[in-house]
């Protein structure tokens, strides 16, 4: 656990970057043919990729390749109204987060992906820790 819960701690997570790479040499990937990977961090185990409606994404990213040589690599940051007032960020108090990625057959086999994430333990109100620990609790 990265929180504790008795002093009502969360985890404030104001950023989360994507960094793909080739794992032999930490270069950027050899594109060869068309191919797409995607990534998304979960405040809670969903086991697997999920719908980006679910209050449980954090973050995610793809990544596209276009044989033509048109490479796209988008990031997406879901923060929340709580962590805005504090400075910025998504407010996290389950106790696991997730990683999770899923890419096609024309991604090459050495490549991956590290996730860094920026985060800050933060003490909430009595009232804020109660009303997003249910929230967490009634959508597992």
Known sequence: MYVDPV???ALLVRQVDFIWTDSVNFLPIAFNADCE????????????????TSAHQVAS????YDATGILTNDQDFFPDTMGR???GGR???????????RVDAGIPANSIVTC???CEVVKLSEKDYIALALQTVADN
């Open 37 to 52: 990977a995607a990534i998304q961090v979960h405040d809670s185990t969903l086991g697997g990729m999920f719908s980006l």
């Open 116 to 118: 860094v994430m920026e």
């Open 85 to 87: 007032a504090m400075g």
């Open 91 to 101: 407010i996290i108090v389950n106790d696991s987060l997730e990683v999770c990625a």
């Open 61 to 64: 990213g793809s990544l596209y």
């Open 7 to 9: 002093n009502r701690q």
